[in-house]
C-alpha cells in the first residue's frame, strides 16, 4: 500500500495494488475509485482532501509500504 499526499492539488492517493488500470468508479464528487479489468480497486482518490480531513493529520503524511 501507498498514501500520497499532492498538496498543491489538494490530493490524497491511496494505492492499495499494482494492476492494469481499467476504468473509475465516481463514489462521490469528491471520492474517485480506480479499478482494473475485473473491477478490483487499485487506488482510491480523494480530491479537496484538507476540506475533508484536518491540516494537522495531512503534514504527517508520506507513507509507503
Do not use: H, P
Not at 487506488?43 to 476540506?51: A, F, Q, R, W
Not at 491540516?55 to 503524511?61: D, I, R, T
Amino acid at each position: 500500500m501507498e498514501i500520497k499526499l499532492d498538496k498543491k492539488a489538494d490530493v490524497l492517493y491511496i494505492k492499495f495494488q499494482d494492476g492494469k488500470f481499467a476504468k473509475n468508479k465516481k463514489i462521490d464528487e469528491d471520492t474517485i475509485m480506480g479499478l482494473d479489468n475485473k473491477g478490483r480497486i487499485l487506488g482510491i482518490e480523494v480530491l479537496n482532501v484538507s476540506k475533508k480531513i484536518a491540516a494537522k493529520y495531512l503534514e504527517s503524511v508520506s507513507i509507503s509500504l
